[in-house]
């Protein structure tokens, strides 16, 4: 694994870790959304233009780097974590864990269409959506018994 990752993962882990700490609990799914945004969002080399040619449409139909592949996924368990703390009953937690990190990536893959330096794949949308699924599972197995 690069350092690139080990940096990377290293920092999302504290990103997520800090706000659960300092950040009120009614607010953690707003502030890591904020996160994800300025993370994922091409902030540079916006065109007037879309760039539908350019989106991967078929999941994984080219090679992903498992770097790119993990990030993504620790990326989004933070959202599946924070929802599953903000709903009570955990039948539907999952369902709406899955159903925010969907739209979320969805959301800012979008933005990438208008980027001459970004692809927007649908392997994307799917393992981030998995990490949002992962984050729910998880906290449903470690956050309600340690009441987090």
């Known amino acids: 694994m690069s350092w690139f990752a080990v940096v990377a993962a290293g920092a999302i882990v504290a990103a997520a870790c800090a706000i659960a700490l300092v950040v009120p609990r009614?607010?953690?799914?707003?502030?890591?959304?904020?996160?994800?945004f300025a993370a994922v969002v091409?902030?540079?080399g916006w065109t007037d233009?879309?760039?539908?040619?350019?989106i991967e449409w078929v999941p994984f139909a080219r090679f992903q780097r498992p770097?790119?592949?993990?990030?993504n996924l620790l990326l989004y368990v933070p959202v599946g974590w924070f929802v599953a703390e903000a709903e009570k009953p955990f039948r539907r937690t999952v369902a709406w864990a899955g159903t925010y990190g969907l739209i979320l990536s969805a959301a800012t893959e979008f933005t990438q269409v208008f980027s001459h330096g970004r692809f927007p794949t649908t392997s994307d949308v799917l393992v981030n959506t998995l990490g949002a699924l992962a984050g729910a599972w998880i906290f449903s197995r470690v956050g309600r018994r340690a009441r987090l």
């Open 26 to 36: 009614r607010f953690r799914l707003g502030v890591w959304t904020l996160v994800v």
């Open 49 to 54: 233009h879309a760039h539908w040619d350019r």
């Open 67 to 71: 770097r790119d592949i993990l990030l």
């Open 42 to 44: 091409p902030w540079m």
